[in-house]
């Protein structure tokens, strides 16, 4: 019985310890979060761009998350309100930047579409919406 709690103790020391705080923010494992959407009022005025956010998370939620100044402001509220609902592990915490990339197909479409998704969490968002084709009154 000894040996069994000598080789116990023995691994326990050579096993490293995992930090609680993180900043590589490739060590984040996303567990729940809103879809991320392409606001309809930005695809109705052909907006794109990126927006870049930065977000701090505590014990797996995140608490704050801020775009970067200069984004335009309706898609830096879709992509703030949609990280805000993102959870990770409950042992992680950090801070981590996030790039959501609002982009605009080249083709148009009659109706109302819902946007490609394109992710690689939690580094990149990439939403990709085809605009509606204007409406000819004549």
Do not use: C, H
């Amino acid at each position: 019985m000894k040996r069994f709690w000598i080789a116990v103790v023995g691994l326990i020391i050579l096993v490293p310890v995992p930090s609680f705080s993180q900043t590589a923010s490739s060590a984040f494992l996303l567990v729940s979060g809103d879809i991320p959407n392409y606001p309809w009022l930005a695809v109705a005025a052909r907006i794109q761009g990126n927006v870049e956010v930065q977000a701090t998370v505590k014990e797996g939620i995140v608490v704050k998350a801020d775009a970067t100044p200069g984004s335009n402001p309706i898609l830096a509220g879709a992509a703030t309100k949609t990280v805000m609902s993102w959870r990770f592990g409950a042992e992680q915490s950090g801070t981590l930047k996030i790039t959501f990339s609002f982009e605009l197909a080249k083709e148009e479409v009659l109706a109302p579409q819902n946007p490609e998704i394109q992710m690689k969490l939690p580094n990149l968002v990439r939403l990709i919406a085809k605009p509606v084709q204007p409406t000819k009154l004549f």
